[in-house]
Structure formats: C-alpha cells, structure tokens
C-alpha cells in the first residue's frame, strides 16, 4: 500500500548535491538526492521547512582575503578566529589551554541534515583543550567574509576534570547572503565547569545554521546560552547528553526575531544516567512579520532514575503580524523522575505599559525596560562583568531595531 | 506465573507481590472479553470498489450517498498511511479483513421484542440498559436513550418517540441517509473532510453505522444520548460514523461507550465522529473507551485510530469532549475544536490510562480561528507496565483569533520503570493578542503522599487507587453521573496491581 513519493528537488538542493559530490561526500550526496531538504513533515523540522526557507545555496567557500570589524568585542579576552572554515593563526594562548587543528567534522552522527552537511563539508575543526580553570574569556570569532558562500566549520573543545571556562562564540560576517553551517562539539571533564555563549550576528540577508554538541561527565556544571540577533534565517540545534551522575546543566537562550525573518531553536536534551538535572529556559521576542521557533525536547531514558528537568519558553509579541511556534516536548522512561515542562505566550502586560507610562516613562522606553525584565533571567546569570555589559549590549541594539 | 526475567531492573522498594499481581493484569482483568455467537452476515473479505458497492446496497443507499463512498475510496487510493504518531504497530493489511458484518436476524425490528435474545442479552451483560421500560421503572436511574450498534449496524435504539416529541432525531446514521437525505447531506464531511486523513478517508469510504443526533432550535435534550459501539465478529473492522448536530440555542449531552471481545488477532476501529455547534448551542460529548486492549504479551487488542472533531461554527457555541481512554493495544485519537464562532469554547478533558503493551497516543487540537474564542485542556495520562502513553496536542490562534485565549495543563503519571510517558505539545501564536498558557508535569506518586495514606491504614494498592483518583479529577468532574460511577471502577480494574 505505501508508496514513497519521489522528492522534486529544488536549486538549492541541486547545488548541495553538487558540492557534496565535489568534495567527494558520495553517500551524503545520495542521502540529499533521496530525501532533500527537510520539509514540515519531517517533525524535528516541523515549523522550519528548510526545502521552501532555503531557496538557493552560494558556492563553498575559499580562503578569505578581507575581513569585516569584529562584531563583538570582549574586554580582556583571548581571541580565535575561523574565517571561511579556516582556522587563523593565534596569539599566544593563555595558561591551560592547548590550541589545535584536526581534520574534518566534530560532532556525533546522527540523522540530522545540517549535520551529516558539517561533517561532509567541515574541512577543518578548531581544537581546544582546557587542562585547568582558564581566567580570561575565551572568545571564538567565526566568520563568513566576502562574496556570498557556503560554509562549514567546526570547533572541538574539551574541558579537563575539575577545568573552568568561560567560552564565547560569535558568528558574523560581510553583509552578503552566506549561508553558514557550524558545528561546536564541546565535553566537559568530571565537575568541569562551563559557560558557553553562542551569539549570532550575521548579516540579515544570510542563513546561520549551528549545532552545538555537548556532553556531561560525572558532577559537571554546564550553562549555554544561544543568542540569536542576526541572520534572516537561522537554526540553532543543542544536542546535549548527560553521561555522569550529579551533572547539572542550564541550557538558555534569547530568540530576538525582527521583522522578516525566520529564528529557530531547537534543543535535544538526553538524561541518560540516574541523578542528573537540568533547567531550560528559553525566551522568544517576535517584531514585525517574523517567525520565531523553539522546538525542546527533554528524554529521560529508562536508567536515568532521579532526573530533575525544567523546561521553560516564553514568547513575547510585540507585533500582530509576529507567529511564536514552540513545540517543548517531554520523552519520559524512567519513573522516578520530577520533569515539567511550560510554555507561554502573550503580548506587553497592559497593567505594567500603563504603570510606567502614567509615570511619565514614553511608550517606547516604557516597552523597552518591560522587555528588558523579561530578558533578565537569561543574561543575569552571566558573572564576567564585561562580558555581561556586551551582550546587554546586543539586546539593546536589537531593540533599537539595529 | 512468577516470571521475573523479562522484567529488567526490580527496584528494592517493589515487593514481589505486586510483581506478580502487575504480571496478571489486563487479560484476567478485561471483563468484556467474552464472545457472543450470534450468526453473521458478512460482506466479501477485502477492500474494493465491490465492498463499498455491497455496503451501500445492504445499506439501501442513495445514489448521491454511493457516488460520495466511491469518490472517498478514490481518493483514499491516493493517500499513505502517517507514521508520525508515536506507536509500532505491525503494518496492517486492509485486505485481510471484513467491512461488513451484521447479526442475522428479521429485517428491521418494530420492537425490542423482535430482537434477537442473544443481542439483548449481551448488552445486559455489557451492563447497557436497552429495555425502556426496564430503565422507566427504576426510579434511580437517569434517563439515558441508547443506539446499539454491534459490528457494522446498528441494533436498536431507545426511546425514539420521546424525543421526537420535542423534534429531536436520534437514530443510527444509515437511517438517516434514508430519512433525512438533505441534513445528512448539508452535515456530513462538512467537519472532517473526506480525505482529511487516511484512515478519515477510509472510514469514508467503509463506513456502515454510526448515530445521527439533530437538535433542533432552542431544544435543550430532555435525556443523555448514547451510543454503545461493540466489535463482535472475528476479523473485522467497525467503522462507524456519528454525526450530532446542535441548532442555534440546542443543547445536547452525548456518550459513547465501547467493548470487544478478547481475540489474540489485532482488529480495525475507525471511526469518524463530526459535531457541529451553531449559534450558542452546547454539545458535551463524553467517552468510556474500553476496547480489548491485548494480552500481557500484547497480543491481539484493538486498534482505535479514531478521527473527532467538533465544530463551534455559531457564535458563542461550545464544545466539550471528555474520554476515558483505558482499551485498545493501540489508540491514535485527537478530538478537537475548531473554534469558528466569535466567543466559542472548546475544551478537553481526558484521563488515559495505559497498561500492559498499550501504546497511547492521543491528545486533541485547539484551532482559535473566531474572535474572543477560549479554549481549555485538561489531560492526565497515567502510564504502568510497557505501555508507552503520549499527550500530543496542538493549540493554535489564526491571524484573526483576536484575544484567543488557552490554557493547557497536561500531568503524566508513571508507575513502574518500564513504561513511558511523552508530551508533545504543538503551541502555535499567530497574532499579539492571543494568551497560551501551558504547563506540563511527569513525576511519580510521592513517597510523602503514599506514606501518609498508608500510615492512616490504607494498603497499598488502595492508597495507589486513592491518589490516582485524586489525580485525574479534575476530568472526572466533567463526566456525566452515571458515567463517573463506571470509570471510577475502571480505573481501579486498570491499575489493580500496578503499584510500583
């Protein structure tokens, strides 16, 4: 009775099977000809139909030859950067850390289109390892420079038992449409404790496609925050897997959405052993005919007795025309465990518009500092001061309409 | 019977009692397992364009009504069975079945009289009052109007002249494709459309009973309908269709039932069930769902692929679906509301129950398309043995939904390691004015809550009984008196053991 209908591939598609097959990726070529890109029936893309978001791809990238200011700038950070999938030269590394490079992609496999792209198309991954608690910031610049292009590159970071880091990544870039797909695979060391700030500031007119892997040995302290403040379209995937008992992880992320523009991210959180936690807190702001999406997924499997795991979403509209799409999923096999998920939506509180107003506070600031408080929680756990002020920085840009 | 290898970790805190007593469940429990030899007419096996053919000559249909079939199974050729629900079942092969079965009896009976004895005395046995006079007499009783509907037809139905005193139509559904051409047309596929879904267009095509509820303008149903869906013969299919329309300022409370026999083959329900609220018209729709859920091995049990759907198309009209979910090896059901009017409500109350091998997955859909329209989902699913349960639900507000307002609250119990509890919310805002709330929690009985009843001299299973009934109710509320009694027991024969 079933019958599988053949998939009409589009430009887009037709140029990913070529590059694939250029760069000798046979069977990822054959695996894109047989099922292209993901469309609304393929659930873990149900609101992000790459095959209608995704019209046409730039050719793969080559080594840049200019690069565009810095979008973020740290003060008193140790800095890396990967222009166009190529890892620059860098200064002399701070105590603890151990710079590297390793061929080819970084992250687990696993059936995921953006996926399976990085590891066929990453030629080269950043390699970092932390053998102790690094003080300065370690800030990653990765960028998409020049002509519009396609690229892929990666980063492998390892924390050493007992190490500590903050890391910032920052993805952005010259103001053509790129399309970028990046990938983070970081583990954490048994009671490693990590901060790791992904923030995109690409260009509108680009794609920002990122996965994050992670993976949490015994008592390790992880808090990620995902911020996304730049490309037209983008995804951002966590894949997160507890591996150690007592590891704890807050996984967090800002999804600012201005007018035109479709964000997506999305989390795939595992318990897989007994007494671990975590605490998901993800806040959407929608402007304009935007679309913003969060799809979280937290499974507990079987072993993984005394899982405590909070998810949280909450969506502001701050337009009519805006759509918040989430989708926070719970998987659960174990039945000792305490797992809850919420998820609201709703506009500006009238009340708290009036209070301020009647105050004497103007509408637009009025709506800024209530947006401010709703961001809070995410930004405030963020201890380095600096760091902090920078990425306030960015939310006050966006609301600015930067 | 004490076989603990296929169990794979045996917490310390379970004793081996509640083991075994977990391992006995379902089959001994199911106590509507048994078979009734009532002789059968049944249609050729296998799916065709004959099989809709025959079934709409047994049916005596009009024309109009075999061209819509034909046109169904057309499309139904066309479509793939979805794969996106969270349950493994075996594929299921159409041809291997019957779409037709009907006890052989006197066309047509004038009375209850005339129905065969066997029929009569199965449905007593199903505890479903069909004799009028019978329920007249008890005083205690609430007056409840039945459509009997065994396999492929319906039987009899109850109380007809009451209630077309007031203009109100009840009677099965292939009657009133006869009688009542021009509703049935004007209604029917009007909220599921014919190709919906897969098993929506099967249904489509198949169909051959169901109920057919009219309440005219401003009536408000002086009793509760209700239909009693039984699957008898061996390999077939029920398909049935139930169509409930409420006119402008109508009220009507309706429910459903269903059993079948234990049987270690997998049989196909799929049913379709439209509703549709105009103008301040209120339709509570209430359901016990008892279908052979399997054996401890999870052999045999019905499939319950159920579509439902509602329709608040008047102003300020509502909807309310409440189901008990305790049968079926596998149930795949999400009724829902689509919240036309301005001002309509829809709501969802469900408590669904999993034991043994069941895979549940059902849930229900909020579509805010009118203005001021609110919704509200309660839904409380409690998983033990292997079986897998899932809430998937969608709540979404249009463009237009101005002020669309919902709130979800979906809780999961779990008793025992080995099953699993899942939640799947699809929550989707469209417009700045509408307000979702949503809030989702899995846990396990607490070892507080236990400890307390216990320690006031509840045993165990008791205290399990106790909190759980507690647990799921705020849907038993929902439920109409006669119905609460029923499921309360029900819940403890589907839990009986499963302390862990």
Known sequence: MRQTMPVRLGPAEDTLIAQLTSVGASAEADRMTVAGLPTRRVESYHYTDLKTLLKTVPPLATPANQASAPALRVAGAYQLMIANGVVQGASTAPAGVIVGKSAGGVLTSRDDVLVHLNGALAREALTLTLESSVDPVIQIDRRCEGDAAHVADAVKIFVADNGSAVILETFSGSDAAHVGNHATYLALGKNAVVTHITVDLSAKASSHFASNEYSLAEGAKLRTVTIHAGAGLSRSQVFARFVGAGAHADFTGLNLVADGQHNDITIDIRHGVAHTTSQEMYKQIARGRSKAVFQGKIVVERDAQKTDAKMMMQGLMLSDEAEILSKPELEIYADDVVCGHGSTCGELDEDSMFYLMSRGIPKAEAETMLVRGFIAEVLDPIEDEALNEALNGIVDGWLLGK | ?500
């Not at chain 2, 048994?34 to 049916?59: C, N, Q, Y």
């Not at chain 2, 049987?263 to 729709?285: C, F, G, P, W």
């Not at chain 2, 969608?394 to 237009?400: L, P, R, T």
Request: aromatic share 10%; charged share 25%.
């Open chain 2, 1 to 500: 019977m004490a076989d603990y290898d296929h169990i794979p970790t045996l917490k310390e805190n379970i004793d081996r009692a509640t083991v075994d007593s977990v391992l006995s469940l379902d089959v001994d429990k199911y106590k509507y397992g048994f078979e009734t030899d009532i002789e059968s007419d049944m249609a050729p096996k296998g799916l065709s364009e004959d099989t809709v053919r025959f079934i709409s000559a047994k049916k005596n249909e009009p024309e109009w009504m075999l061209e819509w079939r034909l046109d169904a199974y057309k499309r139904f050729l066309t479509l793939t069975e979805p794969t996106w629900a969270k349950v493994h079942y075996p594929q299921i092969d159409l041809q291997d079945m019957y779409y037709y079965a009907a006890p052989k009896s006197t066309p047509a009976p004038k009375s209850l009289d005339e129905v065969d004895p066997a029929l009569i005395a199965m449905y007593d046995k199903l505890g479903v009052p069909l004799r009028e006079r019978e329920i007249l007499a008890g005083v205690e009783r609430p007056n409840v109007a039945v459509d009997a509907v065994m396999d492929s037809v319906s039987v009899v139905t109850t109380f007809r002249e009451e209630l077309a005193k007031v203009g109100i139509i009840f009677c099965s559904i292939a009657e009133a494709i006869r009688e009542h051409p021009d509703l049935v047309r004007k209604y029917l596929a009007s909220v599921v459309p014919v190709s919906d879904n897969y098993y929506a267009t099967l249904n489509s095509a198949v169909f051959t009973d169901g109920s057919f509820v009219y309440i005219p303008k401003g009536v408000r149903c002086p009793m509760e309908l209700s239909t009693y869906f039984r699957i008898n013969e061996k390999k077939t299919g029920q398909f049935e269709r139930t169509l409930i329309i409420a006119e402008a300022d109508s009220y009507v409370s309706y429910l459903e039932g269903c059993t079948a026999p234990m049987r270690d083959e997998n049989q196909l329900h799929a049913a379709v069930v439209e509703l549709v609220a105009l103008d301040n018209a209120e339709i509570k729709y209430s359901t016990v769902q008892n279908w052979y859920p399997g054996d401890k091995d999870g052999k045999g049990g019905i499939y319950n692929f159920v579509t439902k759907r509602g329709d608040c198309r008047g102003a300020n009209s509502k909807i309310s679906w409440t189901q008990v979910e305790t049968g079926s090896a596998i149930t795949w059901k999400y009724p829902s509301c689509i919240l036309r009017g301005d001002g309509s409500r829809g709501e969802f109350y469900s408590i669904a129950i999993s034991n043994g091998h069941q895979q549940v997955d059902s849930g229900t859909k909020m579509i805010h398309l009118g203005k001021n329209t609110s919704s509200r989902i309660i839904s409380k699913g409690i998983a033990a043995g292997f079986s897998d349960n899932t809430y998937r639900g969608q709540v979404s507000a249009h463009a237009k939904a101005k002020n669309a307002r919902n709130f979800t609250q979906c809780d999961s119990l779990l008793i025992g390691d080995t099953c699993g509890a899942h939640t799947v919310p699809y929550i989707e805002s469209r417009n700045g004015s509408a307000v979702f709330e949503h809030e989702a929690t899995t846990s396990k009985i607490s070892d507080d809550q236990m400890f307390y009843c216990q320690q006031r001299g509840l045993n165990e299973e008791e205290a399990v009984a106790l909190i759980v009934n507690g647990f799921v109710r705020d849907v038993l509320q929902h439920l109409p008196m006669e119905f609460m009694v029923e499921t309360q027991k029900l819940i403890a024969i589907s839990l009986e053991g499963s302390v862990g």
